[in-house]
């Protein structure tokens, strides 16, 4: 079993729908999280972070990590075509090196 | 500012060949780190670097070499290139000790035939 279960979908949703893009992890030792936005052939990009428990706000994205239940959230309100993508969650465990593990990513439809 | 960029973007070659992937971060990064995005495996370390000098394995280090040729610059070594390496590959720099900070760069597509 991966450290960190992401569904790799895809997930279709139509424009307007509110996403939720979800990973569950095994390591208890993860204090810091992300979720990456990654455009059909380019780079992943920073989207969100997290550290430790709670929620984030930041325009229409939401993250939210349940540390208790080992389960991070991304929510998207009012999803756009452009908001078509693959999600990636990473985490970094407290103290060590920050090299980040991925989740193995979520493809995300939103036709018009 | 140009962020991460690689060189090149696509490449193709025949099993037996070798070839160096190129990477260059002008953040000013200490770490530097190069994965495989494989469909379905999501993204995979191979080497890192955590400062100019050092370099530490992944999770998929055997079939590659890498060097840290100075601050801005981390390549990665492909001495006899396998079908199994076909893969896209990114190249990810990050301020030490903090965690929202790894940008990644554009990839290579490599087709090993």
């Known amino acids: 079993q991966k450290e960190v279960e992401q569904d790799p979908g895809p997930l279709s949703v139509p424009e307007g729908a509110i996403v939720s893009l979800n990973c569950t992890y095994s390591n208890s030792a993860f204090q810091y999280f992300m979720w990456y936005r990654q455009y059909s052939r380019k780079g992943p990009e920073l989207l969100m972070y997290t550290y430790s428990s709670g929620n984030k706000e930041d325009g229409r994205f939401t993250a939210q990590v349940d540390k208790s239940s080992k389960y991070i959230s991304l929510f998207i309100r009012d999803s756009q075509p452009s908001d078509s993508a693959t999600y990636l969650c990473a985490m970094i465990p407290s103290g060590g090196s920050y090299i980040p593990t991925f989740g193995r990513g979520t493809s995300l439809i939103v036709h018009p | 500012n140009a962020g991460v960029t690689q060189t090149p973007k696509f490449q193709v070659l025949k099993t037996g060949q070798s070839m160096t992937l190129q990477c260059a971060q002008d953040?000013?990064?200490?770490?530097m780190y190069w994965y495989r995005q494989d469909p379905g495996m999501g993204l995979r370390l191979i080497y890192y670097?955590?400062?100019?000098?050092?370099?530490d394995k992944g999770e998929v280090p055997n079939g590659y070499n890498v060097s840290r040729l100075n601050k801005r610059e981390f390549s990665l070594r492909l001495e006899s290139a396998a079908p199994s390496q076909t893969s896209v590959y990114f190249c990810?720099?990050?301020?030490?000790?903090?965690?929202?900070?790894?940008?990644f760069g554009p990839g290579t597509r490599l087709t090993v035939l």
């Open positions: 990810a720099s990050s301020v030490d000790g903090v965690a929202d900070t790894q940008y």
């Open positions: 953040m000013n990064h200490n770490s």
């Open positions: 670097s955590a400062s100019e000098g050092t370099t």
